[in-house]
C-alpha cells in the first residue's frame, strides 16, 4: 500500500503559502474552516478571510464582489452545496458575468464517508461541466493539490477546483509537472486506456499492475482537468490502444465518462466502459470500503477492462 | 443637513422623466421588456447616475468610482437611458435593446455596456455582491462607496438576507442599499404575494441604519444620499416609496404592466403623458 496523506491539509497549507506570495488572495468560508481546512490562512491573515456561516449561496455573491474589485476570492465550503446550492449563484455571477471567482469544493465524491449521502458529492462535475466559462480540475493527491493553488489563483477566470477530504494515496513527488487543461500520461501500454480523475488514478495504476499479470497492457492517463479537456491526448489514446476505461469518483452520468464518451464518439468512436457510481446514492461507511461497494473498485476497473476489450475485436 | 439648488433639482427632476420616455421608446420598439420597475425607479437611478455617484464616461473603469449594482436587473432600459444621456455609450444604442448583436442584452451583462458593474437579472444577488465589493474597497482602504439598488419583490429572496447578516456583521458604513419599495411584482401586489412588512423593522433588526423617503421626490431622494454619508459605522438602506408604472396613467399600480410592452396605442398615450409631466419642470 501506498503512503496516505490528507488532501484537505495539503490544500490548507497551500492556501496559506500561497497566500502569503499573492496578496490579492483573499479566502472565504461557510463555517466549515476547520473541515476545508482554510483556518491556517485565517490565523495568518485574519484581515483577509471572511467566515459568512452557513450561507453558500451569499458566500459566493461576496466573493464575486470581492473578484470584481480586483482580489483573487477562493470560496470554500463542501463540494454538494457549493455546486448545487450556490449553483444558481455560479452560473449567473460567476460563470456567465465571467468573474475570477475559485470555487474550492471539499469533501468531494464520497469522501465524507460516513457522513452519509447527504455529504457526499456524486454529481457536482456534471453540474459544473455543463457552465460554459468554468473551468474544472480535480486534484489526484495532496503533492498535485498544492501544486494547483497558485495555479488555479494565477488562472485567468473562473475554477472549480475539487478536493477529497479523504488520506489519499501519495503518487507524484516534487517534480510532478501540471498544466491546466493537459493530462498526463503515467504508463504507456497498447491492449487500452485507463483514464482516471482523483482518487481513481491511483486504482487506475493498481489496475494496470495486476492486468499486466494477465499480459495486457494497459495505458494510463490522469485527467486532472476535466474541463476544457485535453482532447488530443484523449483522441491519440482512443486511436493507439482502441479502447477506453474510465474511472472517477462520481456519478456516471455527466462526469469524466460521458464528457470523453461524448468526445470520442464523435471523433474516434472506440469501445469505453465507464467507472463511476451508478445512478445511485451510497451510505455511510469506511471510504475506501465504499469505493470498493459502489463501483469503482481495482477489480471493477479490471472486469471493465476485460469487457471493453472482448467489444474491440 | 444636506442643500441642493432648485436648479438642479428640476434638472435631474425633469431628466427623470426624460428617462421615463426613454424607456417607453425602447420597450415599444422591441416589443418586450419590464416597463413597471423601470418607470417606478426613475428618480433614484437618475439621481445616482447624474448627481451622486463619482463615475466617469469616459473612464468607466477607473478604479477609485463607485459602485452600482443595479440588483433588479429587470430595470434595464432604465439603466440603459442613463448610461447613454450619461455618456457612456451612444444615445442611438438604445433602440437596439434585446435584438441580436446589441450591447444591450435583455438584462444588463458586465461583459457587453460600458458603465454596467455587474451583471444582473436574476434576483437578489445585489446585497451579498455589494458585501464583497465594500469588503474590497475598506481592504485596500480605498474610499470609493458601493450603492445597489433592490426591489421589494426581490426582497422575498432569502439571499438578500444573507447579505444582509454579512453587511452588518462586517459593519459596512460604505454601503448603501435603497429599495425601490413600488409595493407590486409579477404576479400582484407585494402584500399579497409574500408580504415583507414591517420592512423598515426587519432591516433595522439586521443591524442596518435605515430611512425612508418618497422615492419621486428628488430633493428628498438626493438629501437623504448626501445625509447618509454622515453614518459610517454600519450598513445603510433608504426604503424609498414609490409607484410601480409611475407616470403612465393605465400602467401606475398595475401588476400586468411588470413585464409587458405597450401596443401602438397605449405608447402614444404613454408618452403623452410622460411628456405632459416632464413640461411641468420648466427650464
Request: glycine fraction near 8%.
Amino acid at each position: 500500500m501506498e503512503r496516505l496523506e490528507s488532501m484537505r491539509v495539503a490544500y490548507g497549507k497551500a492556501l496559506l503559502d500561497y497566500g502569503t506570495v499573492n496578496q490579492d488572495i483573499v479566502v472565504l468560508d461557510a463555517d466549515i474552516s476547520a473541515s476545508s481546512q482554510t483556518h491556517y490562512f485565517a490565523k495568518r491573515f485574519p484581515e483577509r478571510f471572511f467566515n459568512l456561516g452557513v450561507a453558500e449561496a451569499g458566500m459566493i455573491d461576496v466573493a464575486v464582489g470581492l473578484a470584481l474589485a480586483g482580489k483573487i476570492p477562493f470560496a470554500n465550503t463542501f463540494a454538494f452545496l457549493i455546486s448545487l446550492r450556490a449553483a444558481e449563484q455560479i452560473r449567473t455571477c460567476v460563470a456567465y458575468a465571467r468573474t475570477n471567482v475559485k470555487l474550492a469544493a471539499a469533501y468531494s465524491g464520497l469522501s465524507d464517508s460516513r457522513d452519509g449521502p447527504s455529504h457526499h458529492s456524486i454529481c457536482d462535475l456534471a453540474v459544473m461541466r455543463a457552465m460554459p466559462n468554468i473551468t474544472v480540475v480535480v486534484a489526484t493527491d495532496a503533492v498535485e493539490v498544492q501544486k494547483m493553488v497558485p495555479l488555479v489563483a494565477e488562472w485567468d477566470g473562473p475554477v472549480y477546483l475539487r478536493i477529497s477530504r479523504a488520506e489519499v494515496p501519495v503518487l507524484f513527488n516534487k517534480n510532478h509537472d501540471i498544466v491546466i487543461g493537459k493530462g498526463v500520461l503515467l504508463r504507456e501500454g497498447s491492449d487500452t486506456t485507463l483514464i482516471g480523475t482523483g482518487v481513481m488514478v491511483s486504482r487506475c495504476l493498481e489496475a494496470a499492475d495486476l492486468l499486466k499479470n494477465e499480459g495486457i497492457n494497459a495505458r494510463v492517463i490522469e485527467v486532472h482537468t476535466i474541463k476544457p479537456p485535453d482532447h488530443e491526448l484523449i483522441y491519440s489514446a482512443a486511436k493507439e490502444t482502441g479502447c477506453i476505461v474510465t474511472a472517477e469518483e462520481h456519478s456516471i452520468i455527466g462526469g469524466l465518462g460521458e464528457s470523453v464518451a461524448g468526445f470520442l464518439t464523435e471523433t474516434c468512436p472506440v469501445p469505453l466502459k465507464r467507472v463511476g457510481i451508478a445512478d445511485t446514492f451510497a451510505e455511510s461507511g469506511p471510504y475506501f470500503e465504499l469505493l470498493d461497494r459502489y463501483g469503482m473498485g481495482v477489480n471493477d476497473i479490471i472486469c471493465a477492462t476485460k469487457n471493453v476489450m472482448k467489444q474491440k475485436g | 443637513m444636506s442643500w441642493h439648488s432648485e436648479e438642479i433639482i428640476r434638472e435631474l427632476s425633469k431628466l427623470a422623466w426624460t428617462l421615463r420616455i426613454d424607456v417607453v421608446d425602447m420597450i415599444h420598439a422591441v416589443g418586450s421588456g419590464h416597463p413597471g420597475g423601470s418607470l417606478s425607479a426613475a428618480e433614484l437611478v437618475t439621481a445616482l447616475i447624474f448627481h451622486h455617484l463619482n463615475i466617469d464616461p469616459k473612464k468607466p473603469q477607473m478604479p477609485e468610482r463607485d459602485r452600482f449594482l443595479l440588483s433588479k436587473g429587470h430595470a434595464a432600459p432604465l439603466l440603459y437611458a442613463a448610461l447613454a444621456r450619461r455618456g457612456f455609450f451612444p444615445m442611438e444604442e438604445l433602440k437596439t435593446l434585446r435584438q441580436l448583436d446589441s450591447h444591450l442584452q435583455g438584462h444588463p451583462d458586465r461583459l457587453k455596456t460600458p458603465g454596467v458593474e455587474m451583471t444582473s437579472g436574476v434576483l437578489g444577488h445585489g446585497v451579498a455582491i455589494g458585501v464583497g465589493l465594500a469588503l474590497a474597497s475598506r481592504l485596500d482602504g480605498a474610499g470609493w462607496r458601493v450603492y445597489v439598488l433592490i426591489g421589494d419583490g426581490e426582497s422575498q429572496a432569502g439571499v438578500i438576507w444573507e447579505g444582509a447578516l454579512m453587511a452588518s456583521k462586517y459593519k459596512l458604513g460604505n454601503l448603501t442599499v435603497i429599495l425601490d419599495f413600488n409595493g407590486v411584482q409579477l404576479d400582484g401586489p407585494v402584500e399579497e404575494i409574500m408580504p415583507i412588512e414591517p420592512v423598515t423593522d426587519k432591516w433595522r433588526s439586521f443591524g442596518w441604519y435605515v430611512t425612508e423617503i418618497d422615492g419621486h421626490n428628488m430633493k428628498e431622494v438626493l438629501r437623504e444620499l448626501d445625509d447618509l454619508e454622515n453614518v459610517c459605522n454600519k450598513p445603510k438602506i433608504i426604503v424609498a416609496h414609490t409607484v410601480k408604472g409611475k407616470g403612465v396613467s393605465y400602467m401606475e399600480g398595475q401588476s400586468v404592466w411588470h413585464g409587458r410592452a405597450p401596443n401602438d396605442e397605449e405608447y402614444k398615450l404613454a408618452v403623452k403623458e410622460l411628456s405632459e409631466r416632464k413640461s411641468l419642470w420648466k427650464d
